[in-house]
Each structure stands twice: as C-alpha cells, then as structure tokens.
C-alpha cells in the first residue's frame, strides 16, 4: 500500500509539471500569435508603402533621367532611425537585449537610450 501511495506522489507530480509545461507553451503561443499579428500588419503597411514608392518613382524617374537620382540616395539617410522608432512605438525591442521581441512591459531602458543617441 505505500508503495502504490509513493507510486500515486511521483504520478501527481509530474502531472504538475506537465500542467505548468503546458501552461508555458499556451503563454508562448499567445505571445508568438500576438507578435505574429502585428508582424504582419507590419509587414503590410511596408509593402504598400514600398509598392507606392516605386511607381511615384518610376514616374519622376523616366521623366527627369538618371542625374537627379543622387540626392534621393542621401535623403535617405535618417530613414533607419525612423524605421527603428516605429517599430519601438509599434511595442517591439529595438535595443541589442531584446531586438525584435515584443515588449510586453512597457517602456525598455535599454531601447529609450538606445533612441536617444
């Protein structure tokens, strides 16, 4: 009989452990669904964006020819800075710590320091 109650413990337990393992996973899937989504609404607002830029370009380009190009390039120079700040006030990491986890916390030290330099 105690050896079947010892048995029954040791069953218990690691029925325990699954239920936080379980827990765990089912946290993970709902944050991975969550970045997921806003990955994707990221990545559509891009394309569109980058879809609209080309044909406004493509316009300009064959009219104008290939010597007004050049300034385009340096304008475009503060563009990562920008792209970074969006993406920090869309709740991704942009700091080296975390870069492209969602933040599920608030505000990040490491990422405000990182856009303040």
Do not use: W
């Amino acid at each position: 009989m105690d050896e079947l109650e010892s048995h029954l413990g040791k069953v218990y337990d690691e029925f325990g452990d699954l239920k936080l393992k379980l827990k765990d996973l089912l946290e993970e899937n709902q944050r991975l669904r969550i970045e997921n989504q806003q990955l994707r609404k990221v990545l559509k607002r891009e394309t569109e964006s980058v879809a609209a830029t080309q044909e406004a370009a493509e316009e300009p380009a064959a009219v104008k020819g290939n010597d007004e190009q050049a300034p385009a390039a340096s304008a475009g120079v503060g563009e990562g800075y920008d792209n970074l700040a969006r993406l920090y006030h869309e709740g991704f990491h942009i700091c080296n710590v975390y870069y492209g986890h969602l933040r599920m916390e608030g505000d990040c030290l490491f990422c405000l320091s990182f856009l303040s330099k």
